[in-house]
Antibody, heavy 120, light 106 residues
Framework: EVQLVQSGATLKKPGESLKISCNTS????????IGWVRQMPGKGLEWMGV????????RYSPSFHGQVTISADESTSTAFLQWSSLKASDTAMYYC?????????????WGPGTLVTVSS | DIQMTQSPSSLSASVGDRVTISCRAS??????LNWYQQKPGKAPSLLIS???SLQRGVPSRFSGSGSETDFTLTITSLQPEDFATYYC?????????FGGGTKVEI
């Protein structure tokens, strides 16, 4: 059974750094694109980017390129999303998202979400 | 980026009703169109891919149609568990983009 387990909700201050995680199981981690989708409070879904753990090929939406870093650790089958300097506008739910083979565009499994709140 | 426009943004319906949600792409995406369902406080789930392919376990009352720029999600005989927000998403090109969502409520 495919499972995506995300790190817990977090409260941060503007300017702080953050790295959230998505630990996966039940499939071959290195063979599927995995990425992140943002949902701001009361709003819709935004695809942020993906990584192919097998070769670390990483793609970003232009809207998020340079704003976040996506990475993966094959040894622990875990994907990460990190910020170097958070802003209040980063407050959102972040979903880990496994993508259908061979695409990097269709999500077939979703994590439960990590709520990130950025407030002074 | 390809823009996806859904209509309506919300609708009121009753159990047993037939519901239709529309999705329009800003350019042709062939049949590279997915539909997701999101219930309150939950992650989305994939209902339909490539315009009309029902995912395993999704009830047959859900169906999708369309091609190029115009697509439709239909729910025949709405059930209580179908009250949710539905999103279309183009999977034709990167970045994949979502419609604004359609909230189906009582």
């Amino acid at each position: 059974e495919v499972q995506l387990v995300q790190s817990g909700a977090t409260l941060k201050k503007p300017g702080e750094s953050l790295k959230i995680s998505c630990n996966t199981s039940g499939y071959t981690f290195s063979s599927y694109w995995i990425g992140w989708v943002r949902q701001m409070p009361g709003k819709g879904l935004e695809w942020m980017g993906v990584i192919y753990p097998g070769d670390s090929d990483t793609r970003y939406s232009p809207s998020f390129h340079g704003q976040v870093t996506i990475s993966a650790d094959e040894s622990t089958s875990t994907a990460f999303l990190q910020w170097s300097s958070l802003k209040a506008s980063d407050t959102a739910m972040y979903y880990c998202a496994r993508h259908l083979i061979p695409t990097m565009t269709t999500v077939d499994y979703w994590g439960p979400g990590t709520l990130v709140t950025v407030s002074s | 980026d390809i823009q996806m426009t859904q209509s309506p943004s919300s609708l009121s319906a009753s159990v047993g009703d037939r519901v239709t949600i529309s999705c329009r792409a800003s350019q042709s995406i062939a049949r590279f169109l997915n539909w997701y369902q999101q219930k309150p406080g939950k992650a989305p789930s994939l209902l339909i891919s490539v315009a009309s392919s029902l995912q395993r376990g999704v009830p047959s009352r859900f169906s999708g149609s369309g091609s190029e720029t115009d697509f439709t999600l239909t729910i025949t005989s709405l059930q209580p568990e179908d009250f949710a927000t539905y999103y279309c998403q183009q999977s034709h090109s990167t970045p994949p983009t979502f419609g604004g969502g359609t909230k189906v409520e009582i």
